[in-house]
Structure formats: C-alpha cells, structure tokens
C-alpha cells in the first residue's frame, strides 16, 4: 500500500497531522502536507486509511 499526496489539492487543514504525525507534516513554506512515511505498515495502515477519510479535499489517496 502506497499513500499518494495531491498537493495542488492540499488546503492545509492538517487533518492529517492530528491523525498520524508519524506518516504526515506539514510544509512550513504553505502549509501543503508532506508524507513523512507513504508505504505503512501494522497499525499505521488503519491509520493512513482515517487520514484519507478525514481530509476535507481529498488530497490523500491510497494505491493498494
Ligand atoms: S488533511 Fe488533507 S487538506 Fe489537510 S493538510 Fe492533510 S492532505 Fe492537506
């Protein structure tokens, strides 16, 4: 499983930092998401799913 980031979607809500700061950071330039991890493993799959689910723009995607 890969976590794919759409940055020109990204409005930096960072709904996906408060979920799992250990896969997502934010830019500090704009704010945009950066992936810090985008092939989880373990508990950290449940996690990337409920960052997909939880950003408001549809930024994150996942290639299974
Ligand atoms: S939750 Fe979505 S819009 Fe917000 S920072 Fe993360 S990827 Fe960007």
Redesign the pocket.
Known sequence: MKII?D?G?????????L?EPEL?D?SEED???VVLNDTPEGELIEKARE?VN???????SLQE
């Open positions: 980031a940055t979607k990204c409005v930096g809500a960072g709904q996906c930092v979920t997502f934010q704010g945009t998401v960052a939880v950003c408001p723009s549809q930024a994150l």
